[in-house]
């Protein structure tokens, strides 16, 4: 009976970290789109081009890869607490986020942003590494209730922006910093390493080669980049997307576009956690296979709903938010199990920099698209990510090494 409420005081104790854990990472991560979601207000005030607003979101692109980038290059991430580096990077997030509002050019507005995102290199690898330490077992679901926070944090500001019409675009860059100072205070005061802690480790460049020749690990690497290739492009452009069609939508008003964006971000909060208990049951390639086809399906066919019916084009936005990013967790997941324990933390950073690197040249790829051509079949640029994706996952499951993986052949 001992043993039986020690198991279950372990389990609600986990599941209470997860919380706090993901709470902790969604507060910090509102930061990332705090300028896309008013990106027209400011568009207007330092006359952008579309060239220029894409600049807005690409420089927090750049400034997570060079960032996390960094972090594997001298294996940070190994060598440092998680809930210490979550809890610094998220406060300078929060200064950086707030410098916005005292941006005299749009160079430092930039200069702003690219802290932000180098900032936020040291909140979302550390805390998929914190969530796994206290999860050896149903580590996909976990990861995807942490994904899940993530994407409500990258939606947060449609929200804000869509709230009132009166709002001015520096309440939404407050309401943002404060939120990752929140999120900050939280981790340090409430957050704690779990019973499957990583060996930390000093840097040492063999280690990057390593994880290079680690075959199973680049094809889930290979994986993630086509499906990062498709994300970030989709969320950055989905309110430029909705504005320039649907116009029963629209109405004429910018709130129904926000709200809509918020609704399409957000959804992949569901998507991730319905992919992380798919994982967990049905494995984690067939899973992201499985969100790959589908969200490339979507961005494939949306343009054909983009001046209506508006039931139509909602259906295919929400479904396409749904799977975007209902397989991102798989990906980290599988980083943890398929590479050496002592070098997961690089692993990690090293996956995101290489992904989110990879999103500023779709980012600007869909702008140069939807400049040429009309943002109607703009997204069609993003089809070949999940396609390239899909490919991995079935070529991995193919191999030895993906029993590694949680239930990796099912």
Same mark, same amino acid.
């Given at each position: 009976?001992? $043993?039986?409420?020690?198991?279950?005081?372990?389990?609600?104790?986990?599941?209470?970290?997860?919380?706090?854990?993901?709470?902790?990472?969604?507060?910090?991560?509102?930061?990332?789109?705090?300028?896309?979601?008013?990106?027209?207000?400011?568009?207007? %005030?330092?006359?952008?081009?579309?060239?220029?607003?894409?600049?807005?979101?690409?420089?927090?692109?750049?400034?997570?890869?060079?960032?996390?980038?960094?972090?594997?290059?001298?294996?940070?991430?190994?060598?440092?607490?998680?809930?210490?580096?979550?809890?610094?990077?998220?406060?300078?997030?929060?200064?950086?986020?707030?410098?916005?509002?005292?941006?005299? !050019?749009?160079?430092?507005?930039?200069?702003?942003?690219?802290?932000?995102?180098?900032?936020?290199?040291?909140?979302?690898?550390?805390?998929?590494?914190?969530? !796994?330490?206290?999860?050896?077992?149903?580590?996909?679901?976990?990861?995807?209730?942490?994904?899940?926070?993530?994407?409500?944090?990258?939606?947060?500001?449609?929200?804000?922006?869509?709230?009132?019409?009166?709002?001015?675009?520096?309440? $939404?860059?407050?309401?943002?910093?404060?939120?990752?100072? *929140?999120?900050?205070?939280?981790?340090?005061?409430?957050?704690?390493?779990?019973?499957?802690?990583?060996?930390?480790?000093?840097?040492?460049?063999?280690?990057?080669?390593?994880?290079?020749?680690?075959?199973?690990? =680049?094809?889930?690497?290979?994986?993630?980049?086509?499906?990062?290739?498709?994300?970030?492009?989709?969320?950055?452009?989905?309110?430029?997307?909705?504005?320039?069609?649907?116009?029963?939508?629209?109405?004429?008003?910018?709130?129904?576009?926000?709200? %809509?964006?918020?609704?399409?971000? $957000?959804?992949?909060?569901?998507?991730?956690?319905?992919?992380?208990?798919?994982?967990?049951?049905?494995?984690?390639?067939?899973?992201?296979?499985?969100?790959?086809?589908?969200?490339?399906?979507?961005?494939?066919?949306?343009?054909?709903?983009?001046?209506?019916?508006?039931?139509?084009?909602?259906?295919?936005?929400?479904?396409?938010?749904?799977?975007?990013?209902?397989?991102? *967790?798989?990906?980290?997941? =599988? *980083?943890?199990?398929? !590479?050496?324990?002592?070098?997961?933390?690089?692993?990690?950073?090293?996956? %995101?920099?290489?992904?989110?690197?990879?999103?500023?040249?779709?980012?600007?790829?869909?702008?140069?698209?939807?400049?040429?051509?009309?943002?109607?079949? !703009?997204?069609?640029?993003?089809?070949?990510?999940?396609?390239?994706?899909?490919?991995?996952?079935?070529?991995?499951?193919?191999?030895?090494?993906?029993?590694?993986?949680?239930?990796?052949?099912?």
């Amino acid at each position: 009976m001992a $043993v039986a409420n020690v198991t279950a005081a372990s389990a609600v104790r986990r599941w209470s970290m997860l919380v706090v854990i993901s709470i902790g990472a969604f507060l910090p991560m509102t930061t990332w789109f705090s300028a896309t979601a008013i990106a027209p207000q400011l568009t207007q %005030l330092w006359g952008l081009s579309p060239a220029g607003g894409a600049w807005v979101t690409g420089a927090v692109q750049i400034g997570f890869a060079i960032g996390a980038l960094g972090s594997s290059m001298i294996g940070l991430s190994d060598m440092v607490s998680p809930r210490k580096l979550i809890g610094v990077s998220a406060l300078t997030a929060a200064a950086a986020n707030l410098g916005l509002l005292f941006a005299p !050019s749009v160079s430092l507005l930039l200069v702003a942003r690219f802290v932000t995102g180098l900032a936020l290199a040291g909140v979302y690898p550390p805390a998929v590494k914190l969530v !796994s330490t206290w999860f050896s077992r149903g580590r996909g679901t976990a990861l995807g209730v942490l994904l899940a926070a993530l994407t409500l944090g990258s939606a947060f500001p449609h929200l804000v922006s869509a709230g009132a019409a009166e709002l001015a675009w520096q309440d $939404v860059i407050v309401a943002t910093s404060l939120a990752a100072l *929140a999120g900050a205070l939280l981790i340090l005061r409430l957050g704690e390493e779990g019973p499957y802690p990583f060996a930390r480790s000093a840097f040492d460049p063999r280690h990057i080669k390593t994880l290079a020749r680690n075959r199973a690990l =680049m094809l889930a690497n290979l994986g993630y980049l086509g499906h990062m290739w498709e994300l970030y492009a989709m969320w950055g452009w989905i309110l430029a997307y909705i504005r320039a069609g649907s116009p029963d939508i629209v109405a004429g008003s910018s709130r129904g576009a926000s709200l %809509l964006a918020f609704f399409v971000v $957000v959804s992949g909060g569901i998507g991730s956690i319905l992919g992380g208990i798919a994982a967990d049951r049905i494995g984690r390639t067939a899973t992201a296979a499985a969100m790959m086809a589908v969200s490339g399906l979507c961005a494939l066919t949306i343009g054909l709903a983009f001046d209506g019916p508006s039931w139509l084009f909602v259906a295919v936005a929400v479904l396409w938010g749904v799977t975007v990013i209902g397989d991102s *967790a798989q990906f980290s997941a =599988m *980083a943890t199990e398929l !590479s050496d324990p002592r070098y997961v933390g690089t692993a990690l950073s090293l996956q %995101l920099s290489s992904g989110i690197a990879l999103t500023f040249v779709s980012i600007h790829l869909t702008s140069f698209v939807a400049e040429t051509v009309g943002w109607r079949w !703009s997204f069609l640029i993003l089809t070949p990510g999940p396609l390239l994706g899909v490919v991995a996952m079935l070529a991995l499951r193919r191999l030895p090494a993906a029993r590694q993986i949680a239930h990796g052949l099912m």
